[in-house]
């Protein structure tokens, strides 16, 4: 769960409290962004069976300045080590520290999917995607080139038949090959995390 919070003292305590009124289990709490007074935190919660998570909305946002951006379900793992985790993988197996991040990608950025594309074939052509990634078919959207540097693309529906309005990360990782990793409806990827993304994939090569 994603919250904006004022970034001032008992403001993250306030949100525990909150949260633990509904019976949220909170397992990890990471700072993603801080900017100017308001600082943005991903909380990692397990709930009670049969409690819907729009109960935690609910409790975060009768806090003055509290803003829930985002829920989903994702990936068991993610926390405040995952970065670390994915350095160590793609350092005990160098040849194949392109294919590693791109596996964890849904972990460590809460995004859906991750795509490996070698972009030196004509056409560009997925090496590696993870279990819900689109199938390109013969070749990538025109919507994702180019590839040479690192930037966020916002898709519209219908990018891909069947697929709704996605946002999408393209980083490179070597010269012939780029990682990119995508949400199904949002929400964008700040700034702090396509750092952090092009940070690894600048690791990789």
Same mark, same amino acid.
Not at 103 to 121: E, Q, Y
């Given at each position: 769960m994603r919250v904006s919070l004022p970034d001032r003292p008992g403001s993250l305590?306030? &949100? =525990?409290?909150?949260?633990?009124?509904?019976?949220?289990?909170?397992?990890?709490?990471?700072? #993603?962004?801080?900017?100017?007074?308001? &600082?943005?935190?991903?909380?990692? &919660?397990?709930?009670?069976?049969?409690?819907?998570? $729009?109960? *935690?909305?609910?409790?975060? $946002?009768?806090?003055?300045?509290?803003? &829930?951006?985002?829920?989903?379900?994702?990936? $068991?793992g993610g926390g405040l080590q995952s970065d670390l985790e994915a350095l160590e993988r793609m350092t005990a197996d160098p040849k194949q520290a392109a294919e590693t *991040? =791109?596996?964890?990608?849904?972990?460590?950025?809460?995004?859906?999917?991750?795509?490996? *594309?070698? #972009?030196?074939?004509?056409?560009?052509?997925?090496?590696y995607s993870t279990t819900l990634a689109p199938d390109f078919g013969d070749r990538p959207p025109d919507s994702l080139a180019p590839f040479h540097e690192t930037r966020r693309v916002d898709l519209p529906a219908g990018w891909l038949p069947g697929w709704g309005d996605s946002t999408v990360v393209i980083t490179p990782v070597a010269d012939d090959r780029v990682i990119i990793i995508g949400r199904l409806g949002g929400p964008p990827f700040l700034d702090s995390e396509i750092a952090r993304l092009n940070h690894l994939a600048a690791l990789v090569k």
């Open positions: 305590g306030a &949100v =525990a409290s909150a949260l633990g009124t509904v019976g949220a289990d909170i397992n990890a709490v990471e700072i #993603v962004d801080k900017t100017g007074e308001v &600082v943005i935190d991903d909380f990692i &919660v397990d709930l009670p069976n049969g409690q819907l998570p $729009e109960t *935690l909305v609910t409790a975060c $946002e009768v806090l003055d300045g509290v803003r &829930v951006e985002w829920i989903s379900r994702y990936p $068991e *991040l =791109a596996s964890m990608c849904p972990v460590v950025f809460r995004s859906h999917w991750a795509t490996l *594309l070698d #972009v030196a074939a004509d056409p560009p052509r997925a090496i």
